[in-house]
Nanobody, 124 residues
Framework: QVQLVESGGGLVQAGGSLRLSCVASGRTLSSTATGWFRQAPGKERELAAAITRSGVNTYYADSVKGRFTISRDNAKNTVYLQMNGLKPEDTAVYYC?????????????????WGQGTQVTVSS
């Protein structure tokens, strides 16, 4: 059984930083692509960042480019999301998700395993 467990969320002031972690069991994250989605109240879940199987290619939503960095530690079977320059509009529940594909896919239905989510709140 595949499990994804996120951690690292919290309350931070605008301009601050957080690093989210996603630890996997039951699936080797370096064998597939992984994404970080986020969902703000009243909004649809959106893909914020993703990393391919190879780890060479990454994807970022326009709203987070230049501020967020996705990375992976294969030895720890963990994917990270480093978030710098946080803004109040980054406030959301952040979910780690794993797809069976090796390349980046942007829609939620392409991901077959999800974590429980971690809350990120950015105060102004």
């Amino acid at each position: 059984q595949v499990q994804l467990v996120e951690s690292g969320g919290g309350l931070v002031q605008a301009g601050g930083s957080l690093r989210l972690s996603c630890v996997a069991s039951g699936r080797t994250l370096s064998s597939t692509a992984t994404g970080w989605f986020r969902q703000a109240p009243g909004k649809e879940r959106e893909l914020a960042a993703a990393i391919t199987r190879s780890g060479v290619n990454t994807y970022y939503a326009d709203s987070v480019k230049g501020r967020f960095t996705i990375s992976r530690d294969n030895a720890k079977n963990t994917v990270y999301l480093q978030m710098n320059g946080l803004k109040p509009e980054d406030t959301a529940v952040y979910y780690c998700a794993s797809t069976r594909h090796g390349w980046v896919v942007t829609t939620t239905d392409e991901y077959d395993y999800w974590g429980q989510g971690t809350q990120v709140t950015v105060s102004s």
